[in-house]
Nanobody, 119 residues
Framework: QVQVVESGGGLVQAGGSLRLSCAASGRTFSRYHMGWFRQNSGQDREFVAA???????????DYTDAVKGRFTISRDNAKNTLYLQMDSLKPEDTAVYYC?????????WGQGTQVTVSS
């Protein structure tokens, strides 16, 4: 089982930036499909961004429309870490952010990190 741990959340003013990190265990991190999701209380968890492994050392990036141009997903395979750089944050970005690592057909979730954007 892949262990996933998020960090980097916090309180920021609108227009500010945060960088989330997601550390995943395992020796084949470079082959994991990795993604960020977010959820507010009483709402469904929603997709934010993903980097999907295409084979060899290539990945496909994908973003939900609400964050395109403001958020950037990246990964450092040497550190088994996924990042989400969040710029120009808006109050509606407030949520618990979750990281998901998918490998061998199995999804592995972290415990989440709270991001709060004040207006």
């Amino acid at each position: 089982q892949v262990q996933v741990v998020e960090s980097g959340g916090g309180l920021v003013q609108a227009g500010g930036s945060l960088r989330l990190s997601c550390a995943a265990s395992g020796r084949t991190f470079s082959r994991y499909h990795m993604g960020w999701f977010r959820q507010n209380s009483g709402q469904d968890r929603e997709f934010v961004a993903a980097m999907r492994w295409n084979g060899e050392n290539t990945y496909t990036e994908d973003y939900t429309d609400a964050v395109k141009g403001r958020f950037t997903i990246s990964r450092d395979n040497a550190k088994n870490t996924l990042y989400l750089q969040m710029d120009s944050l808006k109050p509606e970005d407030t949520a618990v952010y979750y990281c998901k690592a998918t490998y061998d057909g199995k999804d592995n979730w972290g415990q989440g990190t709270q991001v709060t954007v004040s207006s």
